[in-house]
């Protein structure tokens, strides 16, 4: 049996602003609670954050699983994936997937005022996104998705003509679903981005149950759809995500907090 090599990122503390290195903290753990409630493809998919004052956001290193990621271990990037800074990988040398700049840079170049980015391929989205009916409203949860966006596929995101489609389909909402492919979430904050993930893959997972029964589903009126849809909108509510925030931070710090490094 080989030996496992030996791996060591070294702390990038000290070569950020504190403003960056928050961001890189919660971006770890949203990293880590991706992979925690079951969501992320091993070391496929992506999850980016805007760094503050900068045209440049974070992301993670191609190769590196989900539970591995610190706040060190994340790569700076431009909207047109060029490498800023990364660390200085000991044991290994890893980059970014272009197909992660491709989308994450078309967002965060389009749209300052969004934060993160968070792509998921789990089950349960690539499986709604393959329906043709998409996401029905038929849940309290999913009906905040009411009016979510849809992307065609149009093969493996690596060509970036395909941004500005991207950008359109998204629109003003939260959330938009990948046809064939898989979900993407946005937020004016990490924490905003993971709570509407967190829900959409609750909605999803309950549609395929329901489906999975084979009898009619109970539906609701679009006069109420309309109103419970109106309840989730930022004008009408709390930001999403905050309140829990800290409480997603302790559990982690009881499981592992090596993100943090």
């Known amino acids: 049996m080989n030996p496992i090599p030996e791996f060591d990122i070294p702390s990038m503390r000290e070569h950020c602003s504190e403003e960056e290195w928050q ?34 956001f974070l992301i993670n290193a191609y190769g590196m699983l989900y539970e591995e990621v610190t706040a060190s ?19 290994a040398d890893y980059g970014i997937n272009r197909a992660g700049y491709v989308i994450h840079g078309a967002i965060h170049e389009a749209k300052h005022e ?10 349960p989205g690539m499986a709604v996104s393959a329906l043709k009916c998409g996401l029905l409203p038929m849940t309290q949860t999913a009906m905040r998705f009411f009016k979510i966006g849809y992307h065609d596929y149009c093969g493996v995101v690596l060509d970036t003509s395909e941004r500005d489609s991207l950008i359109a389909d998204l629109g ?11 979900l993407l979430t946005v937020g004016h904050t990490i924490p905003e981005a993971f709570n509407a993930m967190h829900r959409l893959e609750l909605s999803c997972r309950s ?16 006069e109420v759809l309309e109103q419970t849809y109106m309840n989730y909108q930022p004008q009408t509510r709390r930001p999403y995500g905050l309140l829990e925030w800290p409480a997603l931070l302790r559990k982690l710090d009881r499981i592992d907090p090596s993100y943090r490094e």
């Open 207 to 222: 549609q395929l149950a329901a489906q999975a029964c084979g009898v009619e589903l109970n539906e609701v009126s679009r």
């Open 172 to 182: 003003n909402n939260n959330a938009l679903i990948l046809r064939n492919h898989g």
């Open 23 to 56: 961001v890189r903290v919660d971006l770890a753990a949203c990293y880590r609670l991706v992979e925690h409630y079951g969501m992320s493809d091993m070391a496929a998919n992506h999850i980016s954050a805007r760094v503050p004052g900068e045209e440049a």
């Open 73 to 91: 271990s994340l790569i700076k990037i431009d909207n047109d994936g060029n490498i800023l800074s990364k660390p200085a990988f000991v044991g």
């Open 114 to 123: 969004l934060a993160c980015v968070i792509h998921t391929h789990s089950w």
